[in-house]
Every structure is written in structure tokens, then in C-alpha cells.
């Protein structure tokens, strides 16, 4: 421990996100990057639910019919994923969208970053979903395969099995999508920075870095 070294700048950042949504997963690689180029600053990081998809059955659509409902077709969505994954290189991301068979609803995913969240491993939780999604193809709709990644980050299966079953947090899953709609936040990722300061979209680090100096000289 280096006593001389100047204290680090507290910093609030609240990520809102969804899981399904892959400029969130290429939005928080940013963030991290961003981060590590200020070792000056420690950040406290609170993930903050969003539903893209509050309708979507609890078991999920088939993906090609979700993409024809919300492209009009597949080869729309085939340039988009086209496009992400290009930009996902450059971040170490492995987009795998041809292994997606099912749109899920993350509502329970969501609630399990919650419960991952009590053991202090809410953010590993979110990359191991991120990944098991976009680079696996997992269902994140489906209760074992979220017990197997539960367990894959050193969560006890039958405490998450049961927690899951119970349909704990859901009211606050619920909750925190209305409460970011109603601040006027209708697209992720979003990121809210010391509570005052919001940025939109899957930014590049300096920019969050300058988001970054703008709150700590408020501060």
C-alpha cells in the first residue's frame, strides 16, 4: 500500500440495462475500459433493471419471429447484428447472435443479478449472463440454465432454485423499469453518474471519462 498516494474519488455510477439488449453488454465492456484508465477513482457500480421487452411471455418467443415483429424481416436484423458484432471485436466481445434460438423474457435473470447481488457478486453475475446469451445462445428465460449460471460464478443451487421458484423480486424488478421510464430513460444502455449526470447509448470511454471529470469537479 503506497501511504503516499493520493486518496481515490468515490464515484456512484448506476448502469441500466437489459440483458438481452447486446449495445448494453457492449456499453458495460466501455464502461469497464473507461474505469480502468482511472485507477484515480473507485466506483460503486448499482445495476439498475430495464425491460426491452416487458410483454414478451414468460417462456419466451421463437427468435426468428421476434426478429420478423420487430425488424419486419430477418436480413434488417442481420445487418444490425453485422454491424454490433464488428464493434464487439474491438471490445472482446464474442457475438454469437446465429446461436440464439429463443428471445426470453430477462425478468428472472434480472432478479437473479439481484440475488447475486447480496453475496457481493452482482457484476460477475451480469458478465456471466452477458456472455452465456450473446456468446452461448443459453435461454436466459429458462430456471436451470440460470441455476447453472448461478453456480458457474459460486452460487448455491438449491438457494437460487428456490429463490427463483419463489418469484422474490420481481415487484422490484417491476418497480425499477417504471422508475426509469417515468426519469425519462427509454433506451439502454444508460448510465447515471454521482445522480446527477445521464448519458444514453453504448458510449465510447473518453467519453464516459469526460462524463466522469464533469461530476467529480461537482462534486
Not at 440483458?19 to 469497464?32: D, Q, V
Amino acid at each position: 500500500m503506497n501511504l503516499l498516494a493520493p486518496p481515490r474519488a468515490r464515484l456512484q455510477i448506476e448502469v441500466v440495462f437489459d440483458l438481452i439488449c447486446p449495445w448494453c453488454y457492449l456499453g458495460t465492456r466501455r464502461l469497464r475500459r473507461a474505469l480502468r484508465a482511472r485507477p484515480d477513482i473507485l466506483a460503486d457500480i448499482t445495476w439498475r433493471p430495464f425491460l426491452l421487452n416487458p410483454d414478451i411471455p414468460s417462456g419466451g418467443l421463437p427468435r426468428q419471429e421476434f426478429l420478423t415483429r420487430k425488424f419486419g424481416g430477418e436480413e434488417r436484423a442481420r445487418r444490425l447484428h453485422a454491424t454490433i458484432s464488428e464493434l464487439g471485436r474491438a471490445e472482446g466481445v464474442p457475438f454469437r447472435f446465429e446461436r440464439i434460438l429463443r428471445m426470453p423474457s430477462s425478468l428472472d435473470a434480472h432478479r437473479l443479478v439481484r440475488f447475486a447481488a447480496r453475496e457481493g457478486l452482482a457484476q460477475t453475475m451480469v458478465d456471466s449472463l452477458f456472455h452465456a446469451y450473446f456468446a452461448e445462445g443459453a435461454d436466459l428465460g429458462h430456471t436451470d440454465t440460470l441455476v447453472r449460471l448461478a453456480m458457474r460464478i459460486g452460487l448455491e443451487a438449491t438457494s437460487v432454485h428456490r429463490f427463483l421458484d419463489s418469484g422474490a423480486e420481481a415487484d422490484a424488478v417491476h418497480a425499477e423499469n417504471l422508475r426509469a421510464h417515468r426519469l425519462g430513460i427509454n433506451g439502454v444502455p444508460c448510465f447515471v453518474i454521482a445522480g446527477r449526470h445521464a448519458i444514453a447509448g453504448a458510449q465510447e470511454p473518453e467519453v464516459l471519462e469526460r462524463l466522469i471529470d464533469v461530476a467529480l469537479v461537482e462534486d
